[in-house]
C-alpha cells in the first residue's frame, strides 16, 4: 500500500546537523511532489519545503531558508531533510508529505509519513 | 504569509451532535482551502480538499464549504471516533500555511 516512512530523528546539540530520510513505497515516487511539515509537541502545523517530482523546484519556508535543504533521490525512493545550524526551537516532529493537486498552488497532501521526532537540547 | 485563523479553538460535543468549525483567511483563498483530522499520537489525515470535496475514504457525515475567506467543515452527525483536532491548511501560496486547530472533545 501507499506508504512513507522516515527515520533519522533524534537528539542532537544546538548548532548541530541531522539529515532526515523518508521512504516511500506503494507508488511511483517520481511522479508526486513531496514536502516537508513540523509539529512541535502540543503546538500546530508548519510547512517546511516542498519539492518538484522531478526534483528540479524547491520551495522553502523563509524560516528553513540557508539551514534546511530538501532533496530527493528518485533511484531510492527517498526523500531527504538536511538541518543545519539547529536550534531549540526546531524541536519538532518531522512529517514526510505527497502532494497532490496543482502544480505549485490548489495542492493538498494526501499521504503523510509517520512522524520522526528531533529534539535539539544541549 | 496568510494567516489563517479557526474558530472555536476547542469544543466539546455528543455523540450525534452537528458540529462546525470555522477557518478564516487573511487573504481571497478562492477555494484552495484544505482539512485535516488529527487524533494524539497520530500523523494528521486528508479529510477535504479544494474546500468541499471528499476525500476518497473519508465518512459521508464530513463536508466543507466556503470560498473566499470564510471556510466550514461540518459533521453531520459525530461519532465516537471524530473526537480529535482539525486544522485547515491554505494552498493559495507558499508558505502554506495552517490555521491553530479545533480541538473537539467530549462532553
Known amino acids: 500500500q501507499v506508504q512513507l516512512v522516515e527515520s533519522g530523528g533524534g537528539l542532537v546539540k544546538p548548532g548541530g546537523s541531522l539529515r532526515l530520510s523518508c521512504e516511500a513505497s506503494g507508488f511511483t515516487f517520481s511522479d508526486y511532489h513531496m514536502a516537508w511539515i513540523r509539529q512541535a509537541p502540543g503546538k500546530g502545523l508548519e510547512w517546511i519545503s516542498y519539492?518538484?517530482?522531478?526534483?528540479?523546484?524547491?520551495y522553502d519556508a523563509d524560516f528553513a531558508k540557508g539551514r534546511f535543504t530538501i532533496s530527493r533521490d528518485t533511484a531510492k525512493k527517498t526523500l531527504y531533510l538536511q538541518m543545519n545550524s539547529l536550534r531549540p526551537e526546531d524541536t519538532a516532529f518531522y512529517y514526510c508529505?505527497?502532494?497532490?493537486?496543482?502544480?505549485?498552488?490548489?495542492?493538498?497532501?494526501?499521504?503523510w509519513g509517520q512522524g520522526t521526532l528531533v529534539t535539539v537540547s544541549s | 504569509d496568510i494567516q489563517m485563523t479557526q474558530s472555536p479553538s476547542s469544543l466539546s460535543a455528543s455523540v450525534g451532535d452537528r458540529v462546525t468549525i470555522t477557518c478564516r483567511a487573511s487573504?481571497?483563498?478562492?477555494?484552495?482551502l484544505n482539512w485535516y483530522q488529527q487524533k494524539p499520537g497520530k500523523a494528521p489525515k486528508l479529510l477535504i480538499y479544494?474546500?468541499?470535496t471528499l476525500q476518497s475514504g473519508v465518512p459521508s457525515r464530513f463536508s466543507g464549504s466556503g470560498s473566499g475567506t470564510d471556510f466550514t467543515l461540518t459533521i453531520s452527525s459525530l461519532q465516537p471516533e471524530d473526537f480529535a483536532t482539525y486544522f485547515c491548511?491554505?494552498?493559495?501560496?507558499?508558505?502554506?500555511?495552517f490555521g491553530p486547530g479545533t480541538k473537539v472533545d467530549i462532553k
Open positions: 491548511q491554505q494552498s493559495h501560496s507558499t508558505p502554506f500555511t
Open positions: 508529505v505527497r502532494e497532490v493537486g496543482g502544480a505549485y498552488f490548489n495542492n493538498w497532501f494526501d499521504v
Open positions: 487573504r481571497d483563498m478562492i477555494t484552495y
Open positions: 479544494e474546500a468541499s
Open positions: 519539492i518538484s517530482g522531478s526534483g528540479r523546484t524547491i
